[in-house]
Each structure stands twice: as structure tokens, then as C-alpha cells.
């Protein structure tokens, strides 16, 4: 395991944000306005307010990424410095992913790890003061480590987007014989934040998340090991309000729900007398959910428009925290274990849903589920038959690609959807099977007086030659009767 002085990572990550400023401040803005149409200096660039951004255009936006690990040192560095940066006591129970470096023979007590940031503030302290002044062999710096963790959180409180990860391959050296990490991590310094990303780290970590919900347009949780998401999205921000508010309860120790260990999960069969719930009922929470929901602020959430939940082997989608929810329009659930459809007509503005990688086996009354989504995703899930789809008035493209459906004719269901033009077919059976698959799809549409793209390609000049053939063929000529003069009997009977 390598070590790097805390020092040398204070000056190497302040460089690097002084370095890409106007990139970082264009981050949060890369879904609402191309970059190179925002003056650097304008009120749309946090980052300008304080002279950081500089007279060129910015290449292209950029994410500043952290890991759990150095910004904790990082707030600890500046709490010593009397910034306030949130409480950095608040343990978190039964964290579902490390925030730092395990290790298995350090030789301390770790029965009380409430105290960590409590024992290294004064080292910390001495640490700062002897790299304040000047160096070692009496030359001045150009930048003394205050000035710069000052710099630092200047950045911290104007830059739009954050992207959390896990400990990264090198340990902060004065770290390095603490034991492992389990406290919560403020962001009280990042007060501008529109745009939050966590990936293999347990969001619960966070503290903040009643000042996030007011503030986020953009959101993904990642392999976090979160197992229902309404403890984030309700009980987190109930929680980080009533701490906020002087709640003594809540101030050494952070508890959301119950993370269910491996010895836990077990299958048993049900006796025959005994009916399986179904995902709908599993998804619905207790009437106790209801009055939690009231405590929220109509502000909490009310500026969410991205999600993304993708890679968390969730099982179902809680019912209960989706009114706190209505304000998003593109929802990822992605790479999850959900079986069926989940319930979420509550999201009324939702536009686009990302349903890949899951195992679901049927979207039969799908359209009492999602309202009026435009773009949907069913690619790798199980799907022999795609019928419900036609009921989703408002669906504009499609993507079926890696299911289990084994005729062409399932595909044509959607020929009767007003604003369909793109549909994805690939690797499914009757692809492989059905000759002329594409031809065959693009009838079902050219019936309806539609064309569209299959697969992302409109159709082809055989495909289209094809068609004319077929419409030859369907409806033939009639040949004209041939001229014949009367016909006179010669030898044949007189009348009488």
C-alpha cells in the first residue's frame, strides 16, 4: 500500500483544480446549455465569482472525483483551521461499503471509533502550523498549505458537481495506523452542488442530504449496496433536518433502516395454503411510510430531474417515496433484480426509463405503470412477448435487444404506437430464425404508413425494393379479356 504525505495531496489536488477551474465550473451545466455558450466570467460559473476562471473556453466539462478516504482528511485539515465543515463525529451503523483502507493488524482499540477526528485534530494542527511558514531550509513557498486548503474549500462551496468513489490506491500517510473509517462524511462545504455522484460508496455515509434534496438536479447511486432507496430519500433527509436542528439523539450515531446480512437471505418453500405476495404488494410500504412523507418540505427533491439507481441488486422500487419524486423525468434502474414492471405511475413527468439488465418476463399492463414515457429501455431482461407495449401512447423509441422473443409478429404489436420511429431488435431468437427479419418488421409499420429505424438504420434499398415487390405481388394486374367476333351456328337446328 502506498503512502503520500497529507501535505503533498493538499498541494496535488488544489493544483489540479486550479489547473481545470473553468472545466469544473462547467460541469453542472452540461445538461441545460452547451459550454462554449456560457461566458466564464457570467453568474452562470460559480467559479468566476472568485476570479477562477480564466479567459478561454473550456474543452469540454469535468466532474471533480473524490474518494472517501482524502476528503475526509481534507475536512479534518480544515476543521483545524476553525472552517466549519459539518460534524465529522456521526458514526454510521453497519456500512455497507468500507470509506477507507482496512486494516487487520494495527494494534489499536477500535471500540470506539467516534473519536478518530477528535484525536488527530491537534496532530493535524501542529502538522499545519510547521508547513505555514517557511520551508526547512528558510525559503519561502509560493503557496503555504493554509492558503492553499483555504483555496480548497473556496472550490468546494461553488462547484456544481461531485463524484464520490471508493478509497483510492493511495493512503494518506497520517492516516495510515488509524483504524478503518465507519464516520459520516459532510458535505455541508459543497453548498452549490446540482450534480452527485456515488459509486461503491453506502449513501447513508452522507451527511447533508436534507440541504442536497433542495439543491440536486442530478443524482446516481451506484454499487452502494443500497437495499431500499426510501431510506435516502426520506429517512436520510428527515434525519440530517432533525440533527440540524439540535436534535441530541441524533448527534453521535446514524441509523437508516437495517441492512440485512448474507445469513439472512435464504429460500424456503411456502405451504401450499399459504399464497406468495406479489412484487406489487412487497413494494408497498407500511401506513407508517405516509407520515414520514408528510415531513418532508415541498422543496425537498422538487429540483430532481435525473436518477439513476443502476447496479444495486435492488428487488423493488418503494412505492411510498415516489410522490417526494415527481419532479424526475429520466429514471435508471439498470442492472437491478426487479422481476416485473415497478409501479410508477406517481412519477407523472417521467420521460425516459431505463429497465436494462433486470429479469423481467412480462410488461402486460405496462401503460397503468409508467403514464406517458417516451423513451424506454427493456434491452437483457426475458421477454417472449412484448404485448402491453402498444398501450404506451406516447412512446417514441424502444430498445427489446437481448430478450427471448421468437417471431417477428411481436414486433409489428408496436405498429399501431402514433409516435413510434425507433425500435432495437438485435440478438433476439427470431433474428437468427426468420429470413428477411427486417422486411418483415418494416411491413408491420409500412401497413400503418410509418418508417421507421430498425436497429439505428432506416430501411435499406433492397429493403425498400423488397416492400415494392411485395406490394406487386399483393395486389396483381388484372388482364384485359381478349377481342372474339360473335359466334354464328351453322348446321345447328332451325327454330320452328
Known amino acids: 500500500m502506498q503512502h503520500e504525505p497529507g501535505d503533498d495531496y493538499i498541494r496535488r489536488i488544489a493544483g489540479y483544480i486550479r489547473e481545470n477551474e473553468a472545466r469544473l465550473a462547467q460541469a453542472g ?51 483545524a483551521l476553525s472552517i466549519d465543515v459539518g460534524s465529522l463525529d456521526v458514526q454510521v451503523d453497519d456500512l455497507a461499503r468500507p470509506l477507507s483502507y482496512i486494516h487487520l493488524d494495527t494494534g489499536k482499540d477500535t471500540s470506539d471509533t467516534l473519536s478518530i477526528a477528535e484525536s488527530l485534530r491537534s496532530s493535524l494542527t501542529a502538522v499545519s502550523k510547521l508547513s505555514l511558514g517557511s520551508g526547512w531550509w528558510g525559503k519561502s513557498e509560493a503557496r503555504t498549505v493554509e492558503s492553499e486548503l483555504k ?55 452522507i451527511l447533508g442530504w436534507d440541504m442536497l434534496a433542495e439543491s440536486l438536479r442530478s443524482l446516481t447511486i451506484r454499487r452502494s449496496g443500497l437495499e431500499d432507496p426510501k431510506h435516502i430519500f426520506i429517512d436520510a433527509v428527515i434525519d440530517d433536518q432533525l440533527r440540524r436542528q439540535g436534535d441530541a439523539t441524533r448527534s453521535r450515531i446514524r441509523k437508516l433502516g437495517h ?33 414520514a412523507l408528510a415531513q418532508l418540505s415541498p422543496l425537498k427533491w422538487a429540483f430532481l430531474k435525473h436518477l439513476s439507481l443502476a447496479d444495486n441488486a435492488l428487488t423493488a422500487i418503494p412505492s411510498s417515496m415516489l410522490p417526494a419524486l415527481a419532479s424526475v423525468t429520466h429514471l435508471d434502474l439498470s442492472s437491478n433484480l426487479l422481476v416485473s ?7 407523472y413527468n417521467l420521460q425516459s426509463l431505463n429497465l436494462a439488465d433486470n429479469m423481467i418476463d412480462s410488461v402486460l399492463g405496462i401503460y397503468t405503470k409508467l403514464g406517458q414515457v417516451l423513451v424506454l429501455n ?38 399501431v404506437l402514433p409516435h413510434i420511429n425507433e425500435v432495437w431488435i438485435e440478438n433476439n431468437p427470431f433474428v437468427e430464425i426468420e ?32 416492400r415494392a415487390g411485395s406490394a406487386e405481388i399483393s395486389t396483381p394486374r388484372v388482364p384485359a379479356a381478349p377481342y372474339s367476333p360473335p359466334f354464328t351456328p351453322t348446321n345447328g337446328p332451325t327454330a320452328s
Request: glycine share 6%.
Open 29 to 79: 451545466l452540461g445538461r441545460r446549455r452547451k459550454a462554449h455558450s456560457v461566458p466564464n466570467t457570467s453568474i452562470f460559473n460559480p467559479l468566476g465569482w472568485v476570479g477562477m476562471a480564466d479567459g478561454n473556453p473550456p474543452k469540454a466539462p469535468l466532474t471533480l472525483s473524490m474518494d472517501t478516504h482524502r476528503l475526509f482528511y481534507l475536512l479534518m485539515r480544515l476543521e
Open 151 to 205: 483555496f480548497i474549500y473556496s472550490s468546494f462551496t461553488k462547484l456544481p458537481a461531485l463524484s464520490l468513489g471508493p478509497p483510492g490506491p493511495k493512503m494518506i500517510a497520517e492516516l495510515a495506523q488509524d483504524p478503518p473509517l465507519v464516520n459520516a462524511i459532510p458535505l455541508d462545504s459543497f453548498k452549490t452542488l446540482s450534480c452527485l455522484e456515488c459509486v461503491d460508496v453506502d449513501p447513508r455515509a
Open 259 to 291: 441492512r440485512a446480512s448474507a445469513k439472512e437471505f435464504h429460500s424456503s418453500n411456502l405451504p401450499e395454503t399459504v399464497q406468495e405476495e406479489s412484487e406489487d404488494d412487497l413494494s408497498d410500504e407500511s401506513p407508517a411510510a405516509a407520515p
Open 341 to 347: 414492471v415497478p409501479q410508477l405511475s406517481a412519477l
Open 378 to 415: 427493456l434491452a437483457r431482461n426475458r421477454l417472449e412477448s412484448i404485448c402491453g407495449l402498444e398501450r404506451l401512447m406516447a412512446l417514441e423509441r424502444i430498445d427489446l435487444r437481448h430478450n427471448t422473443i421468437n417471431e417477428s409478429a411481436e414486433v409489428g404489436r408496436l405498429a
Open 435 to 466: 429470413d428477411n427479419y427486417r422486411v418483415k418488421c418494416f411491413e408491420h409499420f409500412w401497413k400503418e404508413g410509418k418508417t421507421i429505424s430498425l436497429d439505428g438504420s432506416l430501411p435499406g434499398f433492397y429493403e425498400r425494393r423488397a
